[in-house]
């Protein structure tokens, strides 16, 4: 590679070694290892706790419909008033409220509106059965109706009359020009 200059010592200088008359520093002893070890697991240990905080805030926060926006949820609405709702939910969380507990008082205070998927009990159920109930009616209507379309053709094509003799001739004539096209 053109411009590159290699830091690699070539056999000439020989090992790369401390300048002449310096000591080399002494190996970190099993201490420095251990002490190093220690401080890892306690950076990571204290770094997990906010982060694993921040996604139980994205997630609540992912629940609850934004007063201002009301298409999005508090997680994504850039509004002021979400920004406040989530430092809310990170204040109660700090304080040792769950989820259920926040969830709750954001309902006392907006309504049960504000969540965005309604709760599974009493006249919000039919919002959960329906859809269901919906498509099983619509597959039972459509077999239905397919069925009795059958039906009819059926009766139709019994129904129909004997052909005319007299036609023979004239079928005869389709069959073969239609064999010809086919070719």
């Given amino acids: 590679m053109i411009g590159l200059v290699s830091r690699v010592p070539s056999r000439k200088s020989g ?3 401390m300048p ?3 000591p080399r520093p002494p190996a970190p002893g099993p ?5 190093a070890c220690l401080c890892i697991v306690v950076l990571m240990v204290m770094g997990a706790a ?6 139980l805030v994205r ?3 992912g629940n609850l419909r934004c007063p201002v926006c009301q298409n999005l949820s508090v ?3 850039p509004s002021e008033l979400a920004n406040q709702m989530r430092g809310v939910i990170r204040d109660r969380l700090k304080a040792g409220e769950t ?3 926040i969830e709750a008082y954001f309902v006392d205070k907006y309504g049960e509106w504000v969540l965005l998927a309604p709760k599974k009990r009493g006249f919000n159920l039919l919002a959960w059965i329906l859809p269901f109930v919906g498509v099983v009616a619509g597959g039972i209507a459509v077999a239905v109706i397919a069925r009795r379309w059958a039906a009819r053709e059926a009766r139709a094509a019994a129904a129909a009359p004997p052909p005319n003799p007299e036609d023979e001739p004239y079928r005869e004539r389709v069959r073969r020009e239609l064999d010809e096209f086919a070719r």
């Fill in 15 to 17: 090992p790369a070694t």
């Fill in 75 to 77: 997680g994504d609405s």
């Fill in 99 to 101: 989820r259920e507990q």
């Fill in 31 to 35: 201490r420095a290892g251990v002490a």
């Fill in 20 to 22: 002449a008359g310096k």
């Fill in 50 to 55: 906010p982060a694993d905080q921040e996604d």
């Fill in 59 to 61: 997630d609540i926060a």
